[in-house]
């Protein structure tokens, strides 16, 4: 276990240079960190036994990691489609995980809040974007709210919160895009949610594959 950790203590400490020359406004020092994060975590999960497309995920964040780096429109439409695979990617593996799912009212209510979320931001962003991003934003929204939802609904609240993070990250990027008021040091705050949400991702997914049988398990009492 120690080279999973090794790895692990690296992304960790590759997510505070970032973030730290992020709040310095070191343009190079956040390129130049960014570019390691997933493949750090990425190296962490494989050596901890993680299911391929769990790697394949991250592989192509960091893909879109990289084209994001560059401000021109081409780069961004290849970064959105590299994180979209990467999204197909943990879509097909929670699928394949099997646990127990939650209570069947827990669960209507969770897609009726992702389903919320998703057309509310849309329709607010619509009008804003550009218009030849405003169909493949829309596409691609629709694409990550199904990954954050079903990382809550199969996995349970640790990965769950993994896909709520990324999609408030993406959420930034795409507020950026449509010229809205924006926090200060906005990628401060999107590389923050971003790096939290993989590594969210890759525990919960690591730990359901050891207890597979052990999320949403309700406890029932029975009267003779």
Known sequence: MRAPRALLAAFALAVVLDLACLAAGLHTGHAA?????MPLL?????????????????LCGWGGDVLLLSDAGPAFMA???????????????????RRQGPPRARARLLALAYA?????LVLLLWPDLPAGLRVPVAGYSTLLTAMAYTAAGRLGP??????????LSDT???????DWPQLPRPDFWIMLTYAAAQFLLVRGTLDARRAPATAYREVRSTTP
């Open 33 to 37: 960190a960014k570019v390691l994060l």
């Open 42 to 58: 990425a190296a962490s999960a494989a050596r901890a036994g993680a299911p391929r497309l769990l790697v394949a995920a991250l």
């Open 79 to 97: 970064g959105m489609a590299s994180f979209a695979a990467g999204h197909v990617c943990y879509l097909v593996l929670f699928h394949r995980v």
């Open 116 to 120: 919320a979320a998703l057309v509310t």
């Open 158 to 167: 640790v990965a769950g919160f993994g896909g709520a993070l990324f999609m």
């Open 172 to 178: 930034l990027i795409a507020t950026g895009v449509a």
